[in-house]
T-cell receptor, first 110, second 117 residues
Framework: SQQGEEDPQALSIQEGENATMNCSYKTSINNLQWYRQNSGRGLVHLILIRSNEREKHSGRLRVTLDTSKKSSSLLITASRAADTASYFCAAQGGSEKLVFGKGTKLTVNP | GAVVSQHPSWVICKSGTSVKIECRSLDFQATTMFWYRQFPKQSLMLMATSNEGSKATYEQGVEKDKFLINHASLTLSTLTVTSAHPEDSSFYIC?????????????FGPGTRLTVL
């Protein structure tokens, strides 16, 4: 299976600090996506990075992709309490299917 | 952005009953919808891909007779959990792809929490 793995599983930081989450996947991909999920809610798409891209920015988010290591990282800069949520990476290969990682639960303390 | 709704948002039922969950694309048409389940503190696992007008494609290990999927229109897919048991208690999330839209873009519903007593 292409199940991704995130680390850390849980991360607790103070407001203003940066948060970095990592994701690894197993097979070749067309793109890798990051999603956010507030407790008991649906998913919100954050950012997509294609397999031929190495880095992408969107506001306070920065995503990197290393296809040789089959890994990606999500950096949230200057975190806020409202960033508290679970973050998932999802790998997409040649089909529409998304294979989600296990997620990182981020807690930003005010 | 495209909006996907689910109904109900939560449901509690007795063991042995069947529960239907609806997934609707509100402001777009979707030929393809996806159903996921998520156990507490775990990731989303794809259950099946639902295509309008044809049979759903189930992932390995998902019982098609247990989880009936119907995609009768371009804006509605339903998941029926038949003869539900406590182990079916989970968070069920659907997503939809805009017809003619990029294959890599899915819009997710808010989820339905099923609790089977």
């Amino acid at each position: 299976s292409q199940q991704g793995e995130e680390d850390p599983q849980a991360l607790s930081i103070q407001e203003g600090e940066n948060a970095t989450m990592n994701c690894s996947y197993k097979t070749s991909i067309n793109n890798l996506q990051w999603y956010r999920q507030n407790s008991g809610r649906g998913l919100v798409h954050l950012i997509l990075i294609r397999s031929n891209e190495r880095e992408k920015h969107s506001g306070r988010l920065r995503v990197t992709l290393d296809t040789s290591k089959k890994s990606s990282s999500l950096l949230i800069t200057a975190s806020r309490a409202a960033d508290t949520a679970s973050y998932f990476c999802a790998a997409q290969g040649g089909s529409e299917k998304l294979v989600f990682g296990k997620g990182t639960k981020l807690t930003v303390n005010p | 952005g495209a909006v996907v709704s689910q109904h109900p948002s939560w449901v509690i039922c007795k063991s042995g009953t069947s529960v239907k969950i609806e997934c609707r694309s509100l402001d777009f048409q979707a030929t393809t919808m996806f159903w996921y389940r998520q156990f507490p503190k775990q990731s989303l696992m794809l259950m099946a891909t639902s295509n309008e007008g044809s049979k759903a494609t189930y992932e390995q290990g998902v019982e098609k007779d247990k989880f009936l999927i119907n995609h009768a229109s371009l804006t509605l897919s339903t998941l029926t959990v038949t003869s539900a048991h406590p182990e079916d208690s989970s968070f069920y999330i659907c997503s939809a792809r805009v017809i003619g839209g990029p294959y890599n873009e899915q819009f997710f519903g808010p989820g339905t929490r099923l609790t089977v007593l």
